[in-house]
């Protein structure tokens, strides 16, 4: 079975400011690796995903992750973030074999402040 | 437009009540899914459908009672629910392979309040 644990609820940060977003998984197979995002009453949108190759991942609106198989994490990271990306953000994970269904965290809700 | 399109976005019924949720995806994906998001909890996954045959049903009560009568239409009929089962009901769909990630586009939701 798969799990997601994302350690932070809330991540306030200044405008122009860095921030890093944790996620740390659990599998016993090789997974593919997911963030998205949800901005205020809509659905939630791909930001990035990892599935093979180059641990360091580029997604939009300048986010990236990267995979960190021994210590099962994909963290998410912006160098400057913007009052726009004020919203939730979930990690999840499928397995890369058989029934690929995803396993999303409970999610990390990023303010960001003027 | 996200190409999976929600109806109702709000909905407020009572624990007697009968009531569906509609879901349309205009991407020409093969599977479509029904989540349930309640706070401060990770996404439930409710049903999927895979070729408009239903291929997962992780022990939802049968108040909830899922559609699909073609591949770009999911319904979530609702009856009899309790206050509980108020939460944003997320519908998503892919394309799903034999390899290769599985990767879902979701709606923007419907907001349902049970009282």
């Known amino acids: 079975a798969q799990s997601v644990t994302q350690l932070d609820s809330q991540v306030p940060v200044f405008e122009e400011a860095p921030v890093e977003l944790r996620c740390n998984y659990s599998s016993s197979v090789s997974v593919y690796l997911f963030w998205y995002v949800q901005y205020p009453n809509q659905g939630l949108q791909l930001l990035l995903k990892?599935?093979?190759?180059?641990?360091l991942v580029k997604g939009i609106n300048g986010f990236e992750a990267e995979f960190n198989k021994s210590q099962t994490s994909f963290h998410l990271r912006k160098p400057s973030v913007h009052i726009s990306d004020t919203a939730e953000y979930f990690c999840?994970?499928?397995?890369?074999?058989?029934?690929?269904?995803?396993?999303f965290g409970t999610g990390t809700r990023l303010t960001v402040i003027p | 437009e996200t190409g999976v399109t929600q109806t109702p976005r709000h909905l407020v019924m009572g624990m007697t009540n009968k009531k569906s949720l509609k879901c349309e995806q205009h991407?020409?994906?093969?599977?479509m899914y029904w989540y349930k998001q309640s706070a401060k909890k990770p996404l439930e996954l409710m049903f999927v459908y895979s070729l408009e045959e239903r291929v997962e049903n992780n022990s939802v009560p049968s108040r909830f009672s899922p559609e699909c009568p073609n591949s770009s239409h999911l319904f979530l009929h609702l009856h009899t629910l309790q206050p509980e089962d108020s939460a944003l009901y997320l519908c998503a769909s892919s394309q799903t392979r034999e390899s290769g990630a599985n990767v879902l586009t979701f709606g923007a939701g419907s907001r349902l309040t049970v009282l």
């Open positions: 990892y599935l093979s190759g180059s641990t």
């Open positions: 999840a994970v499928s397995p890369s074999t058989g029934a690929n269904n995803l396993f």
């Open positions: 991407l020409g994906h093969n599977a």
